[in-house]
């Protein structure tokens, strides 16, 4: 994968810590005609600081670039492997879980992966983690444009100057949320569909293919008929840091 010029390459068993909102170029290259697994684990950025506020010996980095863990010990492993799940995480009390993930980010830091401090998010950068923390909700313009106290007018100006529209950034983060959902979850597509503002199935993967060029299912469908695989994505979900493994 590919950000901000910067590659990083993981083989199997590698892991990376990604930088929130930073596009991404992301290259799969399975060894055919073998299946792979490749997984994400967002998590939000204030967990990653609140954690190295609490660690004397950790200085983020003044660049937020995409870096390698070394040698990750096995409890760490089996930790990220437990975090991965929504199911595991969801039986815990939040305060329980939120120590669970800030021990996560506390073994990447010890690995070297540590995240670098976030520049001034640009406005597209802001709606789009507004949207993430309600993707299902009946968004308009409007609601945007109280909720950063300026006129409609104003709000859509200014995303005009970052290259982009409300439409354009609502539509991008709920097919970006609906990816990870049908990556890291056993949901139903239908299911996956109203998570992300959707009532018809088929207007959902209608959108998806537009966006990903490839159907919902498909997703969830034999991988080894892909013997690479380039995609060029969005961070995902939430103002969140991925931890990739």
Known sequence: MVIRDTPLLLTAGEFGLLPDHQPMTMENIPKAPQNYEARIL??????????????????????????????????????????????????????????RLMELITWFALSGAVLGVQGNPLLQHRLRQMIEADPSRNWTLGHAARSFNMSEATLRRKLAAENTSFTETLSDTRMT???????????????????????????????????????????RGDLGIFERI????????????????
């Open 42 to 99: 967002p998590i939000p950025r204030p967990l990653f600081e609140e954690t190295y506020a609490r660690l004397a010996f950790i200085t983020p980095p003044r660049t937020a670039l995409p870096v390698k863990a070394f040698d990750l010990p096995d409890e760490a492993v089996a930790l990220f492997d437990f975090c991965c799940s929504p199911e595991s995480l969801a039986k815990l009390p939040t305060p329980v879980a939120t120590v």
């Open 177 to 219: 949320r609906a990816l990870a959902l049908l990556q890291t979850t056993t949901l139903p597509i239908a299911h996956v569909a109203q998570e992300v503002g959707y009532d018809s199935p088929s207007q959902f993967s209608a959108r998806f293919k537009e966006r990903f060029g490839i159907n919902p299912r498909e997703i």
């Open 230 to 245: 380039g995609t060029e994505v969005e961070q995902i979900r939430r103002d969140a840091v991925s931890i990739w493994g």
